[in-house]
């Protein structure tokens, strides 16, 4: 009997445990279903949300314009740079251009040999062809000769028949110089005859002592010498009056012949009466650029064959392995990306952006990305007539001119490329003010790009302005490979210390001079993620 008794009690707390085991079971699912209401959507936990992998590269507009409008920020300034000027360039105002001859220097009347002839024919595009000139003018004066106005390049990739009048104003490239160099427009005739200079070549990055060497003994016997090929055939380090007149050179002596000048102030203009602030983009999305590069934007079969066989035209170019070249930043970026990269440091849709470019790689379907997050999107042929640039189109050199004009006038430049027209407008840029040029930090924003669904909006915003710290083109921002001195030009720039001038000499390092990230520069609600900063690392 006690047995069954016992039976019995057990019995009943068990009838008695089960539905209140079913009540709380009940309680939990509606808990679980409030909660799933409430929580948020998964879109922006990192977490549940797989990366990006498709590249800009592929051939599904529509797509790729949704994806980039639902990333871009909504408001101009909201995440990591809104404290910040992002027209202007912080401390500028203590720094300035200053690049006058030393009293040492003497006058070239008194060191030019009379009869030493240095002729040069540059290389390239524009704007290799600037720094070939510039350099002309300082090996003329290390070897004390009498330069010849330089031949420009007419055979190369851009087969521009243009001569150096025809886009330079040459009686003022003389006069300016005149108390430097001695410079002649042609070679005088030889015993009444046209004088055939002797041709010759020099390594790259010659020092002035390697001029003394190899050029100087010629020249004493040939008294002319030709040299082919120049361009960054001189050293970048010099004495500082060298580097010196390299400024005068290449800041006040290449003034751009007066067609060129009126057609490029006419564009600015059109800038201007449309917006009091724009920014010009060298885009450099042409399809020699990613030819010569060897990066890849996920077009397949179709973009391998065609930039592969321009790129066969440079014989010299060893295979290239476009991932790799993507993760070191050495790749442009694409429009896309370009556009996002603003938006996130705080130019809004309303911003007027003017694009220096040739022929796009994938045409109107690869700008409309761009053209979705600027609206206000202009060019030459946007902002001029057919006829206006009639003069100009069937030469690459004199178009390069007019965006060369527009670029350096903007208030805002941003290179997407590591090019000659990148470095000399930097360089420039620094020389007159410190103007902000916006260098994109390629290395860490690839990633940044590759995986941005792994992060909310505005985390992305945030590390792009983190990222992005150093590339902004402030003083003493350099960095050791950013092509030195056209880039950099140091030697030329004087800072006001304490109503004193001084003459500086910039880092090699840009972890140096760069300031460090504080709470005032990015949004103190955004915290480091190291799960995050692991899987965007190089």
């Known amino acids: 009997m006690a047995f069954s008794r016992r039976r019995h009690h057990h019995y009943s707390r068990r009838r008695w445990l089960i539905p209140a085991i079913s009540a709380a079971f ?15 959507s998964p879109n922006g936990n990192r977490l549940f949300h797989l990366p990006r992998r498709r590249s800009s590269g592929d051939n599904d507009a529509d797509n790729e314009i949704e994806d980039s409008q639902s990333h871009v920020p909504i408001k101009a300034g909201s995440g990591g740079v809104s404290d910040r000027d992002i027209w202007s360039s912080r401390n500028s105002k203590f720094f300035y251009g200053c690049s006058n001859a030393s009293n040492e220097f003497l006058k070239a009347q008194d060191i030019t040999h009379p009869n ?19 350099d002309a003018v300082v090996a003329a004066r290390i070897l004390n000769a009498t330069l010849v106005v330089p031949k420009l390049d007419k055979s190369s990739y851009w087969k521009d028949s243009s001569g150096f009048s025809d886009i330079f104003d040459v009686d003022w490239f003389i006069k300016y110089l005149a108390k430097d160099v001695s410079i002649v427009k042609e070679l005088p005739l030889r015993r009444g005859q046209i004088w055939s200079p002797y041709r010759m070549r020099v390594p790259r990055k010659c020092t002035d002592r390697c001029y003394i060497n190899r050029v100087l003994p010629v020249l004493n016997k040939k008294h002319a010498v030709q040299i082919t090929k120049f361009d960054y055939r001189l050293a ?16 006040h002596s290449l003034k751009f012949a007066d067609p060129i000048l009126r057609m490029g102030e006419k564009l600015v203009q059109r800038m201007r009466m449309r917006s009091s602030h724009f920014i010009a983009l060298h885009l450099r999305f042409e399809p020699d650029m990613l030819a010569f590069s060897g990066c890849y934007y996920g077009g397949g079969d179709k973009e391998r064959r065609e930039l592969g066989k321009i790129r066969k035209k440079w014989k010299t170019l060893h295979d290239s392995d476009p991932d790799k070249a993507r993760r070191h930043g050495r790749c442009p970026l694409t429009p896309e990306e370009v556009g996002l990269m603003l938006r996130s440091l705080g130019y809004g849709e309303d911003v007027h952006i003017y ?7 994938g045409g109107e379907e690869t700008l409309t990305p761009l053209k ?5 999107f202009h060019t030459k042929d946007t902002l ?6 009639e003069p100009f189109s069937a030469f690459s050199s004199r178009m390069a001119a007019l965006d060369f004009i527009v670029c350096d006038e903007s208030d805002v430049f941003v290179t997407n490329n590591h090019g000659n027209m990148a ?13 902000p040029t916006i260098r994109p930090n390629g290395r860490k924003l690839y990633r940044l790009f590759l995986n941005r669904n792994y992060m909310t909006e505005k985390e992305f915003v945030y590390r792009v302005g983190k990222y992005q710290r150093g590339f902004m083109g402030e003083p003493k921002e350099v960095g050791p490979s950013w092509g030195v001195f056209h880039e950099n030009p140091s030697s030329c720039i004087c800072e006001k210390v304490d109503n004193a001038t001084v003459e500086i000499s910039h880092s090699t390092s840009r972890l140096e001079t760069s300031p460090k990230v504080t709470s005032n520069d990015y949004d103190t609600d955004i915290s480091e993620n190291p799960e995050l900063d692991m899987l965007l690392s190089d």
């Open 26 to 40: 009940g309680f939990l699912l509606i808990f679980i279903f409030f909660l799933s209401i409430l929580a948020p």
């Open 116 to 134: 030493r002839y240095l002729s040069i024919v540059t290389s390239g595009g524009l704007n290799q062809q600037r720094t070939g000139i510039t």
């Open 236 to 251: 970048n380090k010099l004495d500082t009056d060298l580097q010196k007149l390299r400024c005068r050179v290449n800041y």
């Open 355 to 361: 694009v220096a470019s040739g022929e796009i790689y």
């Open 372 to 376: 979705a997050l600027f609206p206000n």
């Open 384 to 389: 001029a007539t057919k006829d206006e640039l």
């Open 423 to 435: 470095k000399i407008l930097a360089g420039r840029r620094r020389y007159f003010g410190h103007k």
